[in-house]
């Protein structure tokens, strides 16, 4: 069988992080003019908005601390800070992760992409871990969209992708 030389249409990890910064700052933009979302009620492991937002950028800033450093040990999960974490430091956490995924795609080859890291139970591909960060993230801000239109906080336009500044 003969090997298709065509490049496969996709989108790629750095759009997929511009994707994942854009709406990570179109929310804290919007929790600057609506603090009093932070505080909604959603229960669970993260019982309010500010502990879910803290749960993103937390797991952003794992797995990328986990594929840049790859003779570090699997890093633990920090735990949720007992205090709540201000506007500010919920930018920083994801600044800091940002910056450090940037860094990582912008360097990453096919082979460290290939690179199979132990991470729990599992085996899996750096590919793979990448994934998980940028849709762990946007599966969250999803549900972030759907509790402030729940909790009757004036609601944005579509955070869709389709509509966003992020590629063309």
Avoid: C
């Amino acid at each position: 069988m003969k090997k298709n030389s065509t490049p496969e249409p996709a989108v790629t990890f750095r759009e997929m992080l511009a994707y994942t910064d854009y709406l990570a700052h179109r929310w804290l933009d919007y929790f600057k003019q609506h603090d009093a979302a932070l505080a909604v009620a959603i229960g669970g492991r993260t019982p309010s908005l500010r502990d879910l937002v803290g749960h993103i950028f937390r797991v952003e800033h794992f797995f990328a601390t986990f594929v840049s450093d790859e003779s570090a040990p699997t890093p633990t999960a920090p735990p949720p800070d007992p205090e709540s974490p201000s506007l500010e430091n919920l930018a920083r956490m994801h600044q800091e992760a940002h910056e450090k995924l940037a860094l990582y795609i912008n360097s990453a080859s096919e082979g460290d992409l290939r690179r199979m890291r132990t991470l729990g139970p599992a085996k899996v591909s750096n590919r793979k871990i990448l994934a998980q960060t940028v849709l762990h993230s946007v599966h969250h801000w999803a549900q972030v969209a759907m509790e402030v239109r729940q909790a009757g906080f004036p609601p944005q336009p579509p955070q869709d992708i389709i509509v966003s500044p992020v590629m063309e």
